[in-house]
């Protein structure tokens, strides 16, 4: 009895994902790449896919670039305000110091005599 096997045939492998609205998006990535249409994604290939997409919503991404603007704004303006409230603290425990050790000799003297 002689076997005989079909002819090689090829797979295809599509995968979708519904219900997707990317309209106020940026794509980061997609891998491998779709197709995209009105609020579907497809994938096709000869194997299995694994298909993964990113994506950055605009909106967001704006108010996260104000965001961190204004935090850099409030901190450099709180730097610049700290710096000489330090400076002053500095010259002030300086003098308290001098006038101290000032004190103590002044003290010294007098006990001496």
Avoid: C
């Amino acid at each position: 009895m002689k076997y005989s096997l079909p002819a090689p045939t090829t797979v295809a492998t599509s995968e979708i994902l519904n219900n997707v609205n990317l309209s106020d998006e940026r794509i980061d990535s997609m891998y491998p790449q779709g197709i995209i249409t009105n609020n579907r994604v497809t994938w096709n290939g000869a194997e299995s896919l694994s298909p993964s997409l990113s994506a950055t919503n605009l909106r967001s991404a704006e108010s996260v670039q104000k965001d961190g603007f204004l935090a850099g704004l409030l901190y450099g303006i709180a730097a610049a305000l700290a710096i000489p409230f330090f400076l002053e603290f500095y010259k002030a425990w300086q003098d308290e110091r001098k006038a101290r050790v000032e004190k103590e000799v002044h003290n010294q003297e007098h006990a001496g005599h």
